[in-house]
Structure formats: C-alpha cells, structure tokens
C-alpha cells in the first residue's frame, strides 16, 4: 500500500529530522524542505502530497506567502508551526487557509495525533467515512442522524456540526478559537463563549455520554471515549 506523503518545511535541520523520524515511525513518507522557495518547487514537482506542516519564519519565502502561492491552485491540508501563539498571527493563517496550528516547543506524539485528525477530516470532506463511532455514540453524516445508546437524538445544525468535530478529533485539546475556526467560521462575529453555550446544551442532549467532552479550563474541551470508560471498571 502505498504510503501518505507530507511535505515537512522548516529552516531548522533538527526540527525537520525530528518530525520526520516521528512521521516516518507512523508509516508516512516525508518530503522536506529548506525554505519556503524550495517547498513550493517540491509541492508543485511531487505528485499526491497530502499534507503540508509548514515552519512560519523562513527564509527567501515565509510560510504565509508559500500559503497563499499554494492556496490559488489547491486545498491541501497545512498545519502551520509556529515559535510564538498569536492571536492575529493565528486569524491571519486561518484567513489564508491554514487548517491547523501547532506552537513549538510541542510533542511529536501530539504533532502526529493532529496530523492524523486534520487527514481524517480531509478524507471525510472528500467522501471519506460517513459514520463516525465512539464509545455508544453513533454519527451518520449522510443523514445527519445521530444515535446514542442505540436510540436517535434530535441535535441543532451546529450541534450536530460540533459533535461531529469533536469524534472526528478525538482525544485532542481543541481551544475555543480553532473550533470556532472550524465548526462557526471566521466570518462569525459574535463572542467565542458561544461555544460554552452549545456545549453545554449538547451535553445535556447527550445523557450519560456528555462525559465525553471534557473541558480542558483556560482553553477549550477535549472529546475523549477512553478515560471514561476505564474509570467505569
């Protein structure tokens, strides 16, 4: 089977082989590049690139500028890696296109869950899996059903479009702002507390299973099967 192909921009040679060797441990093939010049070269040379994890300070080309060069001719998937977390850094790589973000210093165990999520995503935007499962709650995407327990829950449209993100990003912390990024847009104006009030109204439409959303504070929620089951036993 052939393997997933991502495309690994930094300036730094020991950031570049220490997300490789983890990328490559997980059976993807990496592509790297130096600067943002040479990786738009590549991206355009490489047939199939999956994925694009994208260092923002660079030299000859930074990685906003290989965005939008990339972006006026493909949807492929970027994570951006960033040395500092700034909030008009972050909305201006979302305006651009980005899909993810990740502040170094991070774990390459975390690199690879996000890489994973974002190519999960990706895969269902494109016709990929339809139903999503976990734990004893079941989404049907196609027809915007959810069962939970076996029995059918009526869910809002954003309800239903937060669930889904958050199965679809299981067992990663997810702050206010990137699901909002993901599930409301940019181009909604109002107050990220919005957030705080679906959830809640999702948990409460979710019985037992509203276990599942834990809410990391200071940041955002994390959607996770796994410790809650185990503290059943």
């Given at each position: 089977m052939e393997k997933i192909k991502i495309l690994v921009v930094d300036d730094e040679s020991r950031m570049r082989k220490l997300v490789r060797d983890f990328l490559v441990r997980n059976n993807y093939e990496v592509i790297e590049a130096e600067d943002?010049?040479?990786?738009?070269?590549?991206?355009?040379?490489?047939?199939?690139?999956?994925?694009?994890?994208?260092?923002?300070?660079?030299?000859?080309?930074?990685?906003?500028?290989?965005?939008?060069?990339?972006?006026?001719?493909?949807?492929?998937?970027?994570?951006m890696l960033t040395a500092k977390s700034d909030e008009r850094d972050e909305l201006q790589g979302f305006q651009l296109g980005v899909d993810e973000y990740i502040v170094k210093p991070f774990s390459p165990k975390i690199l690879v869950a996000r890489v994973e999520a974002v190519l999960r995503r990706t895969n269902s935007a494109m016709g990929g899996d339809e139903v999503l499962c976990a734990g004893k709650i079941k989404v049907d995407k196609t027809a915007h059903i959810v069962f939970i327990d076996n029995k059918q829950v009526e869910l809002s449209y954003k309800e239903f479009e937060l669930l889904t993100y958050f199965m679809e990003n299981e067992g990663i912390a997810l702050s206010r702002e990137v699901i909002l990024n993901h599930v409301w847009n940019y181009d909604y104006f109002g107050d990220a507390r919005t957030i705080d009030t679906h959830v809640k109204k999702l948990r409460s439409k979710m019985g037992e299973q509203g276990n599942y959303i834990k809410t990391i504070w200071g940041m955002g929620y994390k959607f996770e099967v796994e410790n809650e089951v185990l503290n059943k036993k």
């Open positions: 943002g010049a040479q990786a738009v070269d590549i991206f355009f040379e490489v047939k199939d690139i999956a994925l694009i994890l994208l260092d923002v300070m660079m030299p000859k080309m930074d990685g906003w500028q290989v965005c939008r060069e990339i972006r006026e001719y493909s949807k492929v998937p970027i994570i």
